[in-house]
């Protein structure tokens, strides 16, 4: 018999979530957290998935039991959001910064980001100032910015169906080396809606 895929999430996988508090130097970052099974062996590059504007770590509490099947995986509340503490301004740079802190405090030499709105515009901030520890990066809903700060790694775009708006243009031209997969059939909620489908995009993605 085969051995399932470690790409691939397995229905009986003990995926196992807390929540936790870690020191930035705005303060504290509360996160939510979720480690697969096998206890640390063998684990994929860890992943952060950094939440919205209109929302918080909460965000991505059904897809957290799915994405972190082989990987650890940290959802922290932005500093200001949530119940972490605040940074001096709400902008991303700021924001990056704390999620740098979070990684060095963890010890991890690599990470993988997944960024939605203005998690995804935290996330190409980190990125592109921080190119030796972030490996790849997932985005959606990533408003148009005029200049996009340069990020070298590979990048892979979640289209969403948002109504009337339509930014393939921009993201194409902004991005012009990401992969783009269409969702059209999920609105804004879709990390509640439809984990299992995003999980497997995201781990084909990201691999090991």
Do not use: N
């Amino acid at each position: 018999m085969a051995k399932p895929s470690k790409l691939s999430p397995t229905p009986d996988a003990a995926v196992r979530t807390r929540r936790a508090y870690f020191d930035c130097k705005f303060g504290q970052l509360h996160v939510r957290t979720a480690f697969p099974s096998t206890g640390g062996f063998d684990e994929h590059v860890t992943l952060f998935c950094l939440h919205p504007q209109d929302g918080s770590s909460r965000t991505f509490a059904r897809f957290l039991p799915e994405i972190a099947t082989g990987r650890s995986v940290y959802a922290p509340d932005l500093p200001g959001f949530g119940e972490s503490d605040p940074a001096p301004s709400f902008g991303p740079a700021d924001a990056a910064r704390a999620i740098s802190d979070l990684a060095s405090d963890l010890r991890l030499r690599q990470i993988d980001l997944l960024g939605m709105g203005f998690g995804a515009a935290v996330a190409v901030e980190l990125a592109a100032a921080r190119p030796e520890l972030v490996r790849r990066v997932v985005l959606t809903r990533l408003a148009p910015v005029d200049p996009l700060p340069a990020m070298k790694q590979e990048c892979l775009i979640l289209r969403l169906k948002l109504g009337a708006v339509d930014d393939a243009a921009w993201s194409k031209a902004a991005l012009p080396h990401a992969r783009f997969v269409e969702l059209a059939e999920y609105a804004e909620d879709l990390f509640d809606a439809a984990p299992k489908t995003l999980a497997k995009h995201v781990h084909a993605f990201l691999g090991a």
